[in-house]
T-cell receptor
Framework: NAGVTQTPKFQVLKTGQSMTLQCAQD?????MYWYRQDPGMGLRLIYY???????DKGEVPNGYNVSRLNKREFSLRLESAAPSQTSVYFC????????????FGEGSRLTVL | GENVEQHPSTLSVQEGDSAVIKCTYS??????FPWYKQELGKRPQLIID?????GEKKDQRIAVTLNKTAKHFSLHITETQPEDSAVYFC???????????FGSGTRLLVRP
């Protein structure tokens, strides 16, 4: 099992460009998440999907869109990238509501110039 | 609950000493409190968790304590080793919620 797989691992964008971060999990988990990690600010929740067919905003959703393509895949899209979106992005998944371990991908480092 | 504060932001200890990291939360409905460890350049991983129906949980050199009245919970690492050096994150959530909200992290350095 690969667990949670994110692509790309590194990306450099110019301000105003768009891109999509892809995430897939092979653990048959119901819930999937996108976090961003910035120095001194921990892990902040961008969007999450409690189950296939649903998505909800987290703490910092502005500037992002998501798609829960199927049970395995959850993508994060930046329509018009801004320097403030320079960050490390982590996708994660877990099997059940509230409790249970959150499994993270390896992260995607995005730089917006 | 969507607010958890974590202290200190950095912590340096001598190998063999104990380390304590504390988090406070605001919503009394929160009832699940995990701790994640993130080594440099790697993904966060769960190391221990506690539910609100217990006050303490131990796993070898690490333990977590919960004070529901004061709304805070702490991670205790005893006999620290250099491989404990990492960033540690607390988190909280509640029944009926799918959101897991993290604290800002504590960078622990264990000096040999």
């Amino acid at each position: 099992n690969a667990g949670v797989t994110q692509t790309p691992k590194f990306q450099v964008l110019k301000t105003g460009q768009s891109m999509t971060l892809q995430c897939a999990q092979d653990m048959n988990h119901n819930s999937m998440y996108w976090y961003r990690q910035d120095p001194g600010m921990g892990l902040r929740l961008i969007y999450y999907s409690a189950s296939e067919g649903t998505t909800d905003k987290g703490e910092v959703p502005n500037g992002y869109n998501v798609s829960r393509l199927n049970k395995r895949e959850f993508s994060l899209r930046l329509e018009s990238a801004a320097p403030s979106q320079t960050s490390v992005y982590f996708c994660a998944s877990k099997k059940i509501q509230n409790t249970g371990e959150l499994f993270f991908g390896e992260g995607s480092r995005l730089t917006v110039l | 609950g969507e607010n958890v504060e974590q202290h200190p932001s950095t912590l340096s200890v001598q190998e063999g000493d104990s380390a304590v990291i504390k988090c406070t939360y605001s919503d009394s409905a929160s009832n699940y409190f995990p701790w994640y460890k993130q080594e440099l350049g790697k993904r966060p991983q769960l190391i221990i968790d506690i539910r609100s129906n217990v006050g303490e949980k131990k796993d070898q050199r690490i333990a977590v304590t919960l004070n529901k009245t004061a709304k805070h919970f702490s991670l205790h690492i005893t006999e620290t080793q250099p491989e404990d050096s990492a960033v540690y994150f607390c988190a909280e959530t509640m029944d009926s919620s799918y959101k897991l909200i993290f604290g800002s992290g504590t960078r622990l350095l264990v000096r040999p």
